[in-house]
């Protein structure tokens, strides 16, 4: 009787071990993703001057932006997208082609209504508007060639300057320090998002956690590299390469 009441103790004792120590293992291998932001309507946008399309969210703390028909957020270092601006967020693992045409100061620029020394008339866009017109007004650069982003005799940067603030940003992004830990964890767990392993989601479920990889031959760094003394690449290749974008 003795042995079956230490037998009974002993496997209570390790089930209360082993359920702490497996929920530690599962929070550790979780999928991480972006906390929510929550909206009671749909967010207006702010289209950045210097860009290609690129509209961004101005009245909440993170970075939230639009383009090429996707909502895009970097978060602890990596980058996740989604058709949607607060569910369905995917991993991204790479940094998508538009950021590094984004100013870093658009925020202080956004709030002084000016832009680099020109006052910026920007335009509150509804997200219905948005929607609607994003495909034409990206194909024909209309914020640029006939609205000039609302920024009042202002020029857009020559396809060479833009190119050296490009490679300048890439270097300022690749030396924060949750980028250096994001990508040290990638190479010490190929082929699994930051947080933990990839957990197919079952049939009918919506896959709001997936892992992407990089198509078949591309570059998966998508690392700018900076241009060569008397070389530029014209801006007829620079919009081909734009419309060709993550997609």
Same mark, same amino acid.
């Given at each position: ?15 209360? #071990? ?7 293992? +599962?929070? /550790? !291998?979780?999928? /991480? ?13 702010? #289209? ?7 509209? !961004?969210?101005? *009245? ?7 383009? =090429?028909?996707?909502? @895009? ?12 601006? =607060?569910?369905? @967020?995917?991993?991204? *693992? ?13 925020? +202080? ?14 335009? *509150? ?7 609607? =017109? ?5 194909? *024909? ?21 833009? &190119? +050296?603030?490009?490679?300048?940003? &890439? ?8 980028? !250096?830990?994001?990508?040290? @964890? ?19 479920? =919506? ?8 198509? &078949? ?7 700018? +590299? ?22």
């Amino acid at each position: 009787m003795k042995k079956v009441l230490f037998g009974i103790l002993l496997l209570v004792s390790a089930m209360v #071990v082993s359920v702490p120590v497996m929920a530690g293992v +599962e929070i /550790s !291998v979780g999928i /991480s993703l972006p906390p929510p932001i929550v909206f009671g309507v749909p967010p207006a946008v702010v #289209v950045l001057p210097d860009t290609n399309g690129v509209y !961004v969210v101005p *009245n909440v703390g993170a970075d939230l932006f639009f383009w =090429n028909g996707w909502w @895009w957020r970097p978060w602890q270092g990596g980058w996740y997208r989604s058709r949607y601006y =607060n569910r369905g @967020w995917y991993y991204y *693992n790479r940094v998508p082609q538009f950021y590094y045409d984004v100013d870093p100061r658009w925020r +202080e620029y956004y709030r002084d209504r000016d832009w680099r020394g020109h006052p910026w008339v920007y335009q *509150n866009i509804p997200d219905r508007e948005l929607q609607r =017109n994003w495909r034409g007004w990206q194909r *024909n650069r209309y914020w640029e060639r006939q609205r000039t982003w609302g920024v009042r005799d202002y020029h857009p940067i020559p396809a060479r300057q833009r &190119q +050296e603030f490009r490679y300048q940003r &890439q270097q300022q992004y690749e030396r924060r320090p949750e980028v !250096v830990q994001h990508r040290q @964890w990638i190479r010490e767990h190929p082929g699994q998002p930051q947080g933990g392993r990839y957990q197919r989601p079952a049939q009918g479920q =919506n896959r709001g956690q997936r892992y992407e990889r990089p198509a &078949q031959g591309e570059n998966r760094g998508q690392r700018y +590299e900076r241009p060569q003394q008397g070389q530029g690449r014209g801006r007829g290749r620079q919009e081909r390469e734009g419309r060709q974008g993550d997609r």
